[in-house]
């Protein structure tokens, strides 16, 4: 049993509303629109993700995401959105709060990634500014870390704006586009406790 745990997954997982967006669980139909994104921004993605397995972009492959994403949620490890611009509800990119880890620690992995054409223009930075009260309140975590590649300055520019604060640097922390890359790192606490 989850300690903490604050929801229950066999009700709808309600959507959080930022300004402009809103994050929403992901879900079968919307394998086309998440592929033809992806599709169009894996030039864009590749230097800050790791390699794509050669059927990511299938139908199969989206299926099988969305059934690791929900026994991911049902055990409170992992809470995966999508990030949608409240105009038009038109998906722009995705975040993760991953490993996440209770008892003492109360803590999460933040991770991101946003569609080319949407880049630069605030939506994660949005985005992530309305996950933070979920995070802290609704999942009462007490620490959100997240990390990049050193050169990834938009990556550093949005952390920064959303309150993170440089912890550190990790050599060969993760393996991005086939190489073991540095990371900087990042952590925001609940500043309520």
């Not at 959080?16 to 669980?25: A, H, T």
């Not at 230097?47 to 994403?69: C, G």
């Not at 959105?81 to 209770?102: H, K, S």
Request: one cysteine or more; hydrophobic letters at 40%.
């Amino acid at each position: 049993m989850a300690f903490f745990r604050t929801t229950g997954y066999l009700e709808p997982f309600p959507s959080i509303r930022g300004e402009g967006v809103f994050l929403r669980v992901p879900n079968q139909s919307d394998y086309v629109e998440w592929a033809e994104l992806r599709g169009a921004s894996r030039e864009f993605l590749v230097p800050w993700e790791p390699i794509w397995p050669l059927d990511d972009l299938t139908k199969a492959s989206f299926r099988r995401r969305l059934r690791r994403y929900a026994e991911e949620l049902r055990a409170d490890q992992s809470y995966a959105f999508f990030v949608c611009r409240t105009d038009d509800g038109a998906l722009v990119g995705g975040l993760t709060l991953a490993n996440i880890r209770r008892g003492v620690a109360q803590s999460a992995t933040l991770g991101y990634w946003m569609g080319a054409p949407y880049a630069g223009q605030g939506y994660m930075t949005k985005a992530v500014r309305a996950l933070i009260p979920f995070s802290f309140e609704t999942l009462r975590l007490h620490r959100l870390e997240a990390a990049c590649i050193p050169t990834n300055e938009a990556s550093i520019r949005l952390l920064r704006k959303c309150g993170f604060v440089q912890e550190g640097y990790a050599k060969q922390y993760l393996c991005i586009n086939g190489v073991w890359q540095d990371h900087l790192l990042f952590a925001r606490v609940n500043a309520a406790e």
